[in-house]
């Protein structure tokens, strides 16, 4: 008998955000499923790694059937103690998320759970990062999960590019049906940040980040036209981050 | 008059580091310096921001003559919090480090060093993160030093190009003077993790992340290639991360 592929699930939410539930349901039909997330939120942890600490690692029952573990570190932790130490096999997929809040355009570098996917790409693993465009834990994954599963039917099939992973997010639920899925570029956009200033109860100042998202790009080819039109989109994500146009330019430049 | 550029520098292994002390010295040449840097080390950090916390930042009176701050955060956070609250007008240039310790090949996406770079390039301000592949605090950066001034000349003279940074990793520091600057793309590699199991005093588990780098790519055109041929590096680090050349094939796949 063959064996099922295994499929690692992480996220950035903690294993106990709705989120992960939804995306176990959604895989749990191709394959065998290990479940390694954060014992808490980790939400906007980007890439980071634990190197001046210590990891802990937990095994939970908090899905059915299904082997888990609660980890001590960030999503890019999660999956290197995942392969290093619990994985007995090599997966044929890693799937992160699904994420409640949208990670597209420049989201991607600070979001948790496509770090998990850029570094499960890293490690030469087809890799899938999930965002549902609405922060509510009561936001409706139905549309999401049958989505989720069309991508991971269609990345088990096809051949998985290599050095990539993929950044998909879903448009916030809603009665009306997604419209399909876009392949796309990462959109141009910005965030204009604010700090809120507080006194705390001694007299001393500390700071709250806030920021408004500004969409600068008018491209009907990106992520955010695509979720706006209530498309689900798809981006290929890379991890070599070498502007390679720029190599010629900057060799014009004296240095003397 | 006219006013002087003005320049903030951070980096990710606080402000007590060595390092920071010997980017000011090369810096200070060509403008007012103002520092924003993390109060304790925050190697390994990549593009994480503080989403779930408050963030404290405190005037610190550590480099004579320069105005400084020590925040709680993150260097991205340092980054954000500089441009919105601290800093009284627009930075020329915004500098990293030097880091204690190689930012080279796929390093650029761990390093906080480098994501404080990333973020300033994001906010349209030129930037460059500089590191030293020695990780000792008492390795000698002269040459260093030398070299970041060189650099620093030609991107304010220079155009900087828009929607990047630079990653500079200089050789660590001998008798021999470096051979040059080679600008360079970002080495193909790969980490070998593992983990070092141990049991605490009162009986549990942990862990401690270990791990050997692989240089996996032999062409003479990367940084680590320069570096080992004792060239300071440059790479142009861009924060699209999409792989362009992956979205025909994606396309070809079915998703029903």
Excluded at 48 to 70: C, P
Excluded at 90 to 112: D, F, T
Excluded at 125 to 145: K, Q, R, V
Aim: aromatic fraction near 10%.
């Amino acid at each position: 008998m063959e064996e099922k592929p295994l499929i690692l699930v992480t996220n950035d939410d903690s294993y106990r955000a709705p989120g992960i539930r939804a995306l176990i349901e959604a895989v749990k039909p191709f394959g065998e499923v290990v479940v390694v997330a954060p014992d808490k939120p980790q939400s906007g942890m980007g890439h980071a790694i634990t190197v001046g600490n210590i990891l802990r690692l937990s095994k939970i029952d908090a899905f059915e059937g299904i082997e888990a573990y609660a980890c001590t570190g960030t999503p890019v932790d999660c999956v290197k103690l995942a392969i290093t130490d619990v994985l007995k096999r090599r997966p044929a997929l890693l799937v992160s998320g699904i994420n409640h809040g949208a990670n597209h355009s420049i989201n991607v570098l600070y979001s948790g759970t496509m770090s998990a996917a850029v570094e499960g790409a890293m490690e030469g693993i087809p890799s899938i990062g999930f965002s549902l465009c609405a922060f509510e834990w009561e936001a409706s994954m139905e549309e999401a999960i049958t989505y989720a599963r069309k991508i991971v039917a269609a990345a088990l099939r096809g051949e998985f590019p290599p050095k990539l992973c993929l950044n998909v997010n879903f448009p916030k639920s809603s009665h009306v049906p997604y419209a399909g899925i876009k392949i796309c570029r990462q959109a141009e956009a910005y965030w204009a940040d604010s700090y809120e200033k507080r006194q705390d109860p001694m007299g001393g100042h500390y700071y709250w980040l806030t920021g408004m998202f500004e969409g600068r790009d008018k491209g009907t080819d990106t992520d955010v036209w695509a979720i706006e039109n209530n498309y689900v989109s798809v981006v290929p994500v890379q991890f070599d981050m070498t502007a390679h146009h720029a190599i010629a330019h900057l060799n014009t430049w004296q240095y003397d």
